[in-house]
């Protein structure tokens, strides 16, 4: 049963009281995230990671519970749905559900590191994402810069465009759309045929011996 707005709301006070509550320089970027999510993401993402929230509760209670688990590792584990882009061996890319621009993705890799153990692989594929955000939406430059969230480590590509950066709130058919655009698509592997090689028949001794025998041949 998704929550009314109202109750959508409570919860999210009561997880944001949880943040502040944490001894982490990046809680305005948790907040932040928590505060983007509608009702039916908000959720899937207390069932998925267990977390159980009553709205009555003191907030003494509230800042005594246990912090919820880290977002993009659940994103990572397929635990919270995400719109995944491209991925290689060590880190996803995945489209920012609440963009400061158009094609805004973020890089995460796979393991729960902070901000100055990226690996090499996650950058070069951060690069990737931008090259092909530029081929895609054409802006006039882009932005990559690394941070963190929740103590993950991420990328953030951000496309510049003429118009100033403003983080908006993407509806689900959106989001599809850009990652349609923006997916690395499997080839489907073409069957060749090959051409089949014309190899002269030798016959044997065997195939020759039960060739019938002419007995009167002539040259006409």
Known sequence: M??????????????????ESLPNENKDQIKKYIEGLNEEQLEE???????????KESADKEKSSS???CIFCSIINN???????????????????NPLSRGHSIVLPLKHIPTEKIPKNAMSLSQKIANRIKKKFKPEDIKIETSNLMGHAMINIIPIYKEPLKKIKLEDNELKLLQ????????????TQEKEKEIEYIPNKEDISKLPKIKDFRIP
């Open 45 to 55: 993402f207390l069932k998925k990671n267990n977390i159980q929230m009553n709205e």
């Open 2 to 19: 998704v929550f009314s707005k109202e109750e959508a709301e409570d919860i999210k006070k009561q997880l944001l009281i949880q943040v």
């Open 180 to 191: 349609d655009k923006l997916e690395v698509k499997l080839r489907k592997k073409r069957k």
């Open 79 to 97: 635990e919270v749905p995400s719109y995944k882009i491209d991925e290689n061996k060590k880190s996803i890319a995945i489209l920012e559900i």
């Open 67 to 69: 912090p919820p688990k």
